[in-house]
């Protein structure tokens, strides 16, 4: 009833619409994840162990949540460095692509030798537009590659599958997609089909740890690598680093880390008796059973509604 208000001038404006909230229904990755948790506690183990892993620590990427200028993103670029960081991963989508290009172009410039870039282009939401055409794509990946960017994520809407492949075919720099996604086979048809270098499911907006490591394996069987989606608040977050620990170091060498805006970081732990610490660029495991973090219910109550 509500969809009757409103007017769209295209079926795929309407199949975007529903894309973005697809993710909320029908995934298990809250619920399981939430199980692991219980049995950790249970078995007096953290879950990467549980699942098999043996890292005390996983190297972090620093990932930007943010459509900045230059001189903002230099300086939170500075700081990163200083924390021993060695990949930055920025945002794309301004309103004309050659603006995007610009500041990849002058960070690129500025930092030459100093820290390795990635660009995330947010094109499988299909929220808001611009939305990028296969040429588009194109162009910017060609233009990262030659700038030395490590890779370009989601540079086409989710479901253009058939333009991904068309990508990759013409591009030298990696093409990283899959945080929304979930479902073992819908993976498998991305694998096959040769859709991407680097997988990137969510242990929380998939269907859990029992799905993720399949995922897992599967990207390792095709010679891809596995960087874990994680820019989920808090608890989402811990979930993916257990999932990046219980991998080999070789399948999966980071874990994204939201570090953009500054405070980001802080507040998606400020329910918890604890907050992991970045240290000369990699993130220490948490040895406690389960997640590893208590909830501090008094801290929550002032979120509550």
Request: net charge negative; aromatic share 12%.
């Amino acid at each position: 009833m509500v969809l009757q208000s409103v007017e769209f001038e295209n079926v795929s404006d309407l199949s975007r619409l529903i894309e973005v909230g697809s993710w909320i229904y029908m995934r298990l990755g809250p619920l399981e994840t939430a199980i692991w948790d219980l049995i950790g506690r249970r078995e007096g183990k953290p879950i990467y162990k549980l699942l098999g892993g043996g890292r005390k620590r996983v190297k972090v990427y620093a990932s930007m949540g943010r459509l900045l200028d230059v001189d903002e993103a230099s300086k939170l670029i500075d700081k990163y460095i200083d924390m021993g960081i060695e990949l930055v991963k920025i945002r794309l989508r301004r309103a004309r692509i050659e603006d995007d290009l610009n500041f990849a172009r002058a960070l690129a410039k500025k930092y030459s030798g100093d820290i390795d870039f990635a660009a995330d282009a947010n094109q499988a939401w299909g929220v808001h537009e611009p939305y990028w055409s296969r040429f588009d794509a194109l162009k910017v990946a060609e233009e990262l590659y030659s700038l030395g960017f490590v890779w370009l994520e989601e540079p086409l809407y989710k479901e253009d599958l058939d333009g991904l492949r068309w990508l990759r075919d013409r591009v030298d720099i990696k093409i990283a997609f899959g945080e929304l996604e979930h479902g073992l086979s819908r993976f498998k048809v991305m694998v096959e089909k040769g859709l991407c270098d680097i997988i990137q499911s969510d242990v929380v907006y998939g269907n859990g740890y029992s799905e993720a490591v399949r995922i897992a394996s599967l990207a390792e069987v095709y010679g891809l690598e596995y960087l874990p989606h994680a820019w989920d608040p808090g608890l989402g977050w811990l979930h993916n680093l257990h999932l990046a620990a219980s991998q080999p170091k070789g399948l999966t060498r980071y874990i994204e880390t939201p570090l953009d805006p500054e405070w980001w970081f802080d507040t998606i732990f400020s329910i918890t008796d604890e907050k992991p610490e970045i240290n000369e660029g990699y993130v220490e495991l948490p040895d406690k059973p389960g997640i590893g973090v208590e909830i501090d219910f008094d801290k929550l109550k002032k979120f509550m509604v």
